[in-house]
């Protein structure tokens, strides 16, 4: 069965940076679409940063230039480099999946697997 597991939150000073980890497992790690997305308390979750099936980026305009979205085939695992941290990018971060399309962009419906999310919190 696919199971996505984070890793990587904590507390940070504004500024600074964490880098995210989500293992992936149960499946071919190439299929599909895979992301970040968070939640701010109080707030709908929201899209971070994909990648669709061909390997194209998307990344919500508030982290653009700050954040970064990468991938190791061989461990089978996803990243999320983020440096520059501000307040705001306060919340549970979650990796999801979806097996079956090609192109899911940040939209959240279209995303199947969901892991149970890491806290990032980032004090002024």
């Known amino acids: 069965q696919v199971q996505l597991v984070e890793s990587g939150g904590g507390a940070v000073q504004a500024g600074g940076s964490l880098r995210l980890s989500c293992a992936a497992s149960?499946?071919?790690?190439?299929?599909?679409?895979i992301g970040w997305f968070r939640q701010a308390p109080g707030k709908a979750r929201e899209g971070v940063a994909a990648?669709?099936?061909?390997?194209?980026?998307g990344y919500k305009d508030s982290v653009k230039g700050r954040f970064t979205i990468s991938k190791d085939h061989s461990k089978n695992t996803l990243y999320l480099q983020m440096n520059n941290l501000r307040p705001e990018d306060t919340g549970i971060y979650y990796c999801?999946?979806?097996?079956?399309?090609?192109?899911?962009?940040?939209?959240?419906?279209?995303?199947?697997?969901w892991g149970q999310g890491t806290q990032v919190t980032v004090s002024s």
């Open positions: 999801a999946a979806d097996l079956r399309r090609n192109a899911c962009g940040l939209h959240l419906g279209r995303y199947r697997f």
């Open positions: 149960g499946y071919t790690f190439s299929t599909g679409c």
């Open positions: 990648f669709d099936a061909n390997g194209s980026t």
